[in-house]
T-cell receptor, first 113, second 108 residues
Framework: DSGVTQTPKHLITATGQRVTLRCSPR?????VYWYQQSLDQGLQFLIQ???????AKGNILERFSAQQFPDLHSELNLSSLELGDSALYFC????????????FGNGTRLTVT | GQQVMQIPQYQHVQEGEDFTTYCNSS?????IQWYKQRPGGHPVFLIQ?????EVKKQKRLTFQFGEAKKNSSLHITATQTTDVGTYFC????????FGTGTSLTVIP
């Protein structure tokens, strides 16, 4: 158990809809990262937050947004969903700094129909 | 952004054979990390290398960081079926980049 909690585990929704994925980091971790992993694909970095502030942005679409709340949990919002958004979305947390190892949650499997 | 190439993309080995995956960067790295993702699972941190030429071992796994800090390798001796999964290298910079991964299949 990594200590990182992601909900829900599975999400099935229709094109054009909006969903929210939730992540609770390990106790004491200040950084939260979001990654997208499509079938047989690698881990695409989306965005990172550190102690409530956006720290780095990767290949995140404009239809996607995220935030980290004062209690350090984070939410990833995906809107105007397309079939191609179907993927496994991972949240990871780390203590602090750029070199701390990442601890991943179990992921949210999003299926857009 | 940071470019990290990982080879091979796939590797099938007989149980008991050795396995190596390589991670190459076009720029000098401050450090490199390795992760393993079992089928259906999430990536799990294995190790971090920081120093030029560093070699670290974890049982049958040997991790190396190149002298120029531009490449790294993970070698598994005498693979077992429990080694099945995808192995990723990861580098930090402005972002936390993962390599493309090497998917290892071990044939019993």
């Amino acid at each position: 158990d990594s200590g990182v909690t992601q909900t829900p585990k599975h999400l099935i929704t229709a094109t054009g809809q909006r969903v929210t994925l939730r992540c609770s980091p390990r106790s004491g971790d200040l950084s939260v990262y979001w990654y997208q992993q499509s079938l047989d694909q690698g881990l695409q970095f989306l965005i990172q937050y550190y102690n409530g502030e956006e720290r780095a942005k990767g290949n995140i679409l404009e239809r996607f947004s995220a935030q980290q709340f004062p209690d350090l949990h984070s939410e990833l919002n995906l809107s105007s969903l397309e079939l191609g958004d179907s993927a496994l979305y991972f949240c990871a947390s780390s203590a602090e700094g750029y070199n701390s190892p990442l601890h991943f949650g179990n992921g949210t499997r999003l299926t857009v129909t | 952004g940071q470019q990290v190439m990982q080879i091979p993309q796939y590797q099938h080995v007989q149980e008991g054979e050795d396995f190596t995956t390589y991670c190459n960067s076009s720029t000098t790295l401050s450090n490199i990390q390795w992760y393993k993702q079992r089928p259906g699972g999430h990536p799990v941190f294995l190790i971090q290398l920081v120093k030029s030429g560093e070699v670290k071992k974890q049982k049958r796994l040997t991790f190396q960081f190149g002298e120029a800090k531009k490449n790294s390798s993970l070698h598994i001796t005498a693979t077992q079926t429990t080694d099945v999964g995808t192995y990723f290298c990861a580098v930090t910079g402005n972002q936390f980049y993962f390599g493309t991964g090497t998917s290892l299949t071990v044939i019993p």
